[in-house]
T-cell receptor, first 114, second 109 residues
Framework: EAQVTQNPRYLITVTGKKLTVTCSQN?????MSWYRQDPGLGLRQIYY???????DKGDVPEGYKVSRKEKRNFPLILESPSPNQTSLYFC?????????????FGPGTRLTVT | AQSVTQLDSHVSVSEGTPVLLRCNYS??????LFWYVQHPNKGLQLLLK??????LVKGINGFEAEFKKSETSFHLTKPSAHMSDAAEYFC???????FGTGTRLTIIP
């Protein structure tokens, strides 16, 4: 089944404790991205990747890191999480970066930073 | 620069009545436009997309949207609401996937 998976689905952590949220897709998509969803703000893009070893900042990159060493994986790293990073996070992928291609979304990771 | 505005944060309709969710966009060139739906505690799913072919686009679950360049709009409609349509709907524009802030649709039994 074609899908985007994220782990963990739920995470409660404390300020400053490094964490990684994994994202994997099995569709051989070139383009992958991370979003955060906050009430009243819709989804905002954190980082995106056009292909292996090619990543770039989205609209809200501060406090996050990403890497794309393999085509299928695009982990999101929070080196020193803070409470303002409490949010619902989505990973997405699409065949190419062109605007006409559908994005496939993972199920989401709900992160709480205390 | 691109932007998208969803004009209503919350819409309530009775089951069996029409649904209208409004979206206006701004784009410096011919846009690609999408509507995504997010059911409670689920990820986002594509409803339909406009990519400069037919201006009336049909999607899944009986939804459709009409691209109106003169009004810079891409409103989502459905003739008859069903209880399963209760969800949050996002209008999205172009390559950077600029999301609107979402419209929560409530269906009244």
């Amino acid at each position: 089944e074609a899908q985007v998976t994220q782990n963990p689905r739920y995470l409660i952590t404390v300020t400053g404790k490094k964490l990684t949220v994994t994202c994997s897709q099995n569709m051989n998509h070139e383009y992958m991205s991370w979003y955060r969803q906050d009430p009243g703000l819709g989804l905002r893009q954190i980082y995106y990747s056009m292909n292996v070893e090619v990543t770039d900042k989205g609209d809200v990159p501060e406090g996050y890191k990403v890497s794309r060493k393999e085509k299928r994986n695009f982990p999101l790293i929070l080196e020193s999480p803070s409470p303002n990073q409490t949010s619902l996070y989505f990973c997405a992928s699409s065949l190419l970066a062109l605007g006409t291609y559908e994005q496939y979304f993972g199920p989401g990771t709900r992160l709480t930073v205390t | 620069a691109q932007s998208v505005t969803q004009l209503d944060s919350h819409v309530s309709v009775s089951e069996g009545t029409p649904v209208l969710l409004r979206c206006n966009y701004s784009s410096s060139y011919s846009p690609s436009l999408f509507w995504y739906v997010q059911h409670p505690n689920k990820g986002l799913q594509l409803l339909l997309k406009y990519t400069s072919a037919a201006t009336l686009v049909k999607g899944i679950n009986g939804f459709e949207a009409e691209f109106k360049k003169s009004e810079t709009s891409f409103h989502l409609t459905k003739p008859s609401a069903h209880m399963s349509d209760a969800a949050e709907y996002f209008c999205v524009v172009n390559e950077k996937l600029t999301f609107g802030t979402g419209t929560r649709l409530t269906i009244i039994p």
